[in-house]
């Protein structure tokens, strides 16, 4: 695929912005690594810092070492010894104290953890940054946001775009079809995104730009299509996938946050992802939950639909302030503090927001319903997935069923941005949507 027109180009967009992606190469082929050498000689760098764990080290890490050597690079390795990598203060500490003031480019070698604190690390040390992919896992290569665990809350947080991306798909195509499932489940999860996002957009007036959607649509197709094949190792369709999520990666930074590409699906999955490592749980890989959220937020939405002739008329709001602080505290546990702080400054639960949005939810009913039929099945999704393999329902992850509903209940809280679940809050369908499909799923 030819990437030239995405690439350190500004795009005048028919939203009335213009679009920059700051990326300057994308190699996704057979030796990537290879030409990394060449790639390297457009610019003068002195000294490098090459950062990976033990897995992507032996992965594609020695390559990375045999190319620079060869073509007379100076370069530091660092090597992260952990067997579960979590992008959290502990991990970025390591980093910080081991990249040498004087590198001027970090050249990371791995996917999702290594990527995001590699990204930002090297946005806050002003280096340059290359990341070389060792599985198509998730969309993170091309984005220009890191998502950390920062006093056990998982936040967003900005930085840059990789200068170069690199796919060997010699390498990537040895992923274990757990991470290529993920990076499918990310992808997935797209079709909640562009419809949580189309919502915000009726309901709150939220900017929106249709060209972004078309290319994030490009992705899911990229994805959907290739799924089955790359579960039996096809190279091509295994290298689809990673253009698939290099797309939605771009997409993310031609509107510089993850509005695109992270929807009520991903805030459940970052619920779950907490849960998992507050309580010392094994944490799925990120697209595996993405994917699973994905098949949740999409029998909500179908939830929602047969509700239709009879979602309103409705109760008198009435947000209880006090109880809901004390549902927070119980939900979030350690992360609350940084919840708390957030409803206080944006106030989303108040009465009078839930009115507002209530009354334009209802005259635009129309409207929004037409976005919600485009929404394929959720048994369409969990086919998918089951040909690759992988899990759909969260029991099958151990997400237990309280923290199954709290993360309907309250994943909304984690961010400012509306979608399905705050939708769900406001129709005051949260307590029987959950039910039931803790009947369905447990
Ligand atoms: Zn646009
Ligand atoms: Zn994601």
């Known amino acids: 695929m030819d990437w030239k027109e995405y690439l350190q180009k500004e795009k005048h ?41 033990l897995h992507t080290e032996q992965a594609a890490g020695l390559m990375v070492y045999e190319e620079l050597e060869k073509a007379g690079y100076a370069f530091e390795k660092v090597v992260y010894q952990d067997e579960e990598l979590v992008p959290d203060e502990d ?58 665990i920062i006093r056990h809350l998982k936040t967003t947080y900005e930085a840059r775009p990789a200068r170069v991306i690199i796919g060997d798909l010699d390498i990537i195509s040895q992923a274990p079809l757990h991470m290529i499932a993920a990076g499918a489940g990310d992808i997935l999860g797209k079709y909640v995104c562009l419809t949580d996002w189309q919502l915000a957009h009726i309901v709150n007036g939220e900017y929106i730009c249709p060209e972004i959607m078309e290319l994030v649509r490009e992705s899911i197709k990229k994805v959907a299509e290739n799924a089955e094949k790359a579960a039996h190792r096809d190279k091509e369709a295994i290298g689809a996938i990673m253009e698939g999520l290099v797309l939605s990666g771009i997409a993310m930074s031609y509107i510089g946050n993850s509005r695109p590409a992270s929807g009520s699906e991903h805030h459940m999955s970052h ?19 993405v994917g699973i959220g994905t098949v949740v937020a999409i029998r909500l939405y179908e939830m929602l639909k047969e509700k239709r002739e009879i979602l309103f008329p409705l109760e008198e709001p009435s947000f209880d302030q006090e109880l809901w602080t ?35 939810f209802q005259e635009h009913i129309e409207e ?69 499909l803790i009947q369905e799923i447990y």
């Open 13 to 53: 967009c028919s939203c009335g912005k213009n679009h920059v992606c700051d990326i300057e190469e994308i190699i996704i082929e057979d030796g990537a690594i290879k030409r990394l050498p060449q790639v390297l000689g457009k610019h003068k760098y002195q000294k490098l810092c090459v950062v990976s764990d």
């Open 91 to 148: 991990a970025l500490i390591y980093l910080f104290t081991r990249v040498p003031n004087d590198c001027d480019l970090i050249i990371a070698v791995g996917s999702g953890t290594i990527n995001d604190l590699c990204r930002y690390v090297s946005y806050k040390m002003k280096m340059d940054y290359y990341i070389v992919g060792t599985a198509p896992s998730m969309d993170g290569y091309a984005s220009n946001v890191s998502p950390l």
């Open 271 to 289: 619920y779950w992802e907490m849960m998992f490592l507050l309580d010392q749980q094994p944490d799925p890989l990120h697209g595996t939950k």
């Open 326 to 360: 004390e549902k927070i505290k119980e939900a979030y546990g350690p992360a609350a503090p940084g919840v708390l702080e957030l409803e206080k400054k944006i106030g989303k639960n108040s009465d009078g927001e839930v009115l507002r949005r209530r009354s334009v």
């Open 368 to 436: 929004i319903f037409k976005v919600v039929n485009e929404l394929p099945k959720a048994e369409e999704i969990i086919e998918i997935l089951k040909s690759m393999e992988a899990p759909y329902y969260p029991n099958q992850i151990n997400v237990s069923e309280e923290v199954f509903a709290r993360g309907i209940y309250y994943a909304k809280d984690l961010r400012n941005r509306f979608g399905l679940l705050q939708i769900l809050f406001d129709l005051d369908l949260q307590e029987e949507f959950i039910q039931s």
